[in-house]
């Protein structure tokens, strides 16, 4: 007998999460419900066009579960670098297509084929059932869980097809069943799909397109228009840049100033300069200082040009990755305004006012205030306590307090990689659930009692409220990647290594790899690696 585990999707997170527990001897089975791997990093032409439905958050909310969670537009690249943007034993150099020019920051083709190359090289593929939609989530009397989904189409995908020519399959597939008992749940669902948006008075009324960002896909049908975008996040700077190219004239509605970070200085991506051993040794002062000394230039720049001062204490303003760094010329030509007042209400046929009393009209408006927690196959008593807070109350930000079987990995926010924050979260849950099955130990019961899982949760959240209330799931990524690396037994350990190695950890970046030096599951190219940069 072996522990069951479910993963629930096949993006960067929930391929890293099935790999880990495949690592510990665990049994592994993966849905996901599209018909390839890489979640919101797909990008597909002909999904969700601007023009149908006009108005799809309405749809959204009235029917969720068909809702879907791809989000990528024709022009999105990742926020971190092609280093940072990396599982930490797999480097995304090796893509497995050739033909794929790696940029500093990859575009979604570029990913998804990283991905499509990680879940082949780890034997993670034979695992996934693909077009396999998960509707419910039932936890037993017994702590199992029974998983629940509906085929989405009766054809093998075609990446299935080509890993089963290359290896024997490792488990049934059970394809005609509708149901199945786990003991361990991953929900790696993502938290870029549910969008959150304001019900701005009037907001029906309006005769253009209006829209999430979630369904933004490319410029074309909005290039030449008058375009309203709502927020100052990246999607906003993202999406504004996409349109400013197609020359599109824009207004940006911010509420709040933001500080706004420039993806590069020159050649160097920043994430390699700010999350680095180097950055992490100074004091606390010091780092502030580098910090914000990387944004001061860009973040003055859209203050001259209307947005708000955003806070001066760093940890309670909101950061803003530009990487479109010819952006201040939009601003100096006026192609991309800033208004410094929010909408009012929609008074109807294309116009818009805003709460200085002004009225404009455009030709679309796009939303872009993020997104919220969704998990629509779980029942409201086993949803994570905080939701409504727009945080989710977790052991170490991962486990279920009440259901510590049920693990939510890479449902945090962070400056750096968020998939090497889910993956070394696996790594720990899945090295925990191991151990546990060794000794005998129910699994329910694998991270202790119930009251030290409530009162680290009751201590964070009071020093969440204290420091950083407007973002309740932010982890600082060196300290969290830390934290569980010292639990688990995979700090870097300089002096196992030569002295090109040394260097690295005491200046160079804290990328991923660096936790496959030393400690379980290395990775023997791991030094050999480091040392190349």
Excluded at 190 to 216: N, R, V
Excluded at 290 to 314: C, K
Excluded at 350 to 358: E, I, L, Q, R
Excluded at 412 to 434: H, N, P, Y
Aim: proline share 7%; aromatic share 10%.
């Amino acid at each position: 007998w072996m522990v069951r585990v479910a993963v629930l999707g096949a993006g960067p997170c929930g391929l890293a999460a099935a790999k880990c527990a495949l690592d510990e001897g665990l049994q592994v089975t993966v849905f996901e419900a599209e018909d390839d791997v890489g979640g919101v990093w797909r990008y597909r032409e002909t999904d969700q066009p601007v023009r149908r439905p006009r108005f799809p958050l309405a749809e959204y909310h009235a029917h969720p579960q068909h809702h879907s969670h791809n989000s990528a537009y024709r022009s999105l690249t990742t926020n971190s670098s092609r280093w940072m943007s990396t599982l930490s034993d797999f480097p995304l150099t090796q893509t497995g297509d050739n033909s794929t020019k790696l940029e500093l920051f990859p575009s979604h083709s570029a990913i998804v084929s990283y991905l499509r190359a990680y879940a082949a090289h780890f034997g993670v593929m034979s695992h996934i059932k693909f077009n396999s939609k998960v509707t419910r989530v039932e936890k037993q009397p017994d702590h199992k869980w029974r998983i629940h989904w509906q085929r989405q189409n009766t054809e093998q995908p075609q990446q299935q097809q080509q890993q089963q020519q290359q290896q024997p399959q490792q488990q049934p597939q059970q394809d005609d069943a509708c149901s199945a008992e786990f003991d361990v749940v991953y929900v790696c669902t993502g938290m870029f799909w549910a969008p959150s948006t304001p019900l701005f008075p009037g907001l029906l009324q309006f005769e253009g397109p209006i829209f999430h960002s979630h369904y933004y896909r490319n410029s074309d049908e909005l290039a030449n228009k008058k375009v309203l975008i709502v927020g100052i996040g990246n999607s906003a700077l993202d999406l504004s840049s996409d349109l400013a190219k197609a020359g599109a004239k824009i207004t940006l509605s911010v509420r709040n100033g933001s500080v706004i970070m420039p993806a590069r200085r020159e050649d160097k991506p920043v994430d390699l300069i700010v999350l680095s051993f180097h950055f992490k040794s100074l004091p606390h002062k010091e780092r502030q200082k580098l910090w914000l000394g990387q944004a001061t230039d860009y973040t003055r720049i859209f203050v001259e040009h209307g947005m708000p001062f955003p806070p001066r204490n760093p940890d309670h303003a909101h950061y803003s990755i530009l990487k479109d760094l010819d952006y201040p010329k939009y601003l100096e030509t006026g192609q991309v305004r800033i208004l410094p007042h929010t909408i009012s209400h929609f008074p109807g046929g294309n116009d818009v006012t805003f709460n200085n009393g002004a009225t404009e009209r455009f030709d679309a408006v796009i939303i872009c205030t993020g997104y919220q927690y969704s998990f629509p196959f779980l029942s409201d008593t086993e949803l994570p306590k905080g939701m409504l807070q727009n945080r989710l109350d977790l052991y170490r930000r991962i486990v279920h307090p009440d259901s510590p079987t049920l693990c939510f990995i890479g449902q945090v926010d962070t400056i750096g990689s968020l998939w090497a924050v889910g993956e070394m979260q696996a790594r720990w849950t899945s090295k925990v659930f191991a151990q546990a099955d060794k000794d005998g130990v129910p699994l329910h019961d694998a991270f202790g009692p119930a009251k030290s899982l409530s009162d680290e949760i009751e201590s964070h959240t009071k020093r969440v409220e204290k420091l950083q209330a407007k973002f309740p799931m932010l982890v600082n990524y060196m300290t969290y990647m830390d934290s569980l690396a010292h639990i688990i037994g995979c700090m870097p350990e300089a002096s196992n290594h030569p002295a090109d190695v040394q260097e690295q950890l005491r200046k160079g970046p804290i990328l991923p790899v660096v936790y496959r030096l030393d400690g379980p599951h290395k990775w023997t190219g791991s030094g050999k690696y480091l040392a190349s940069l």
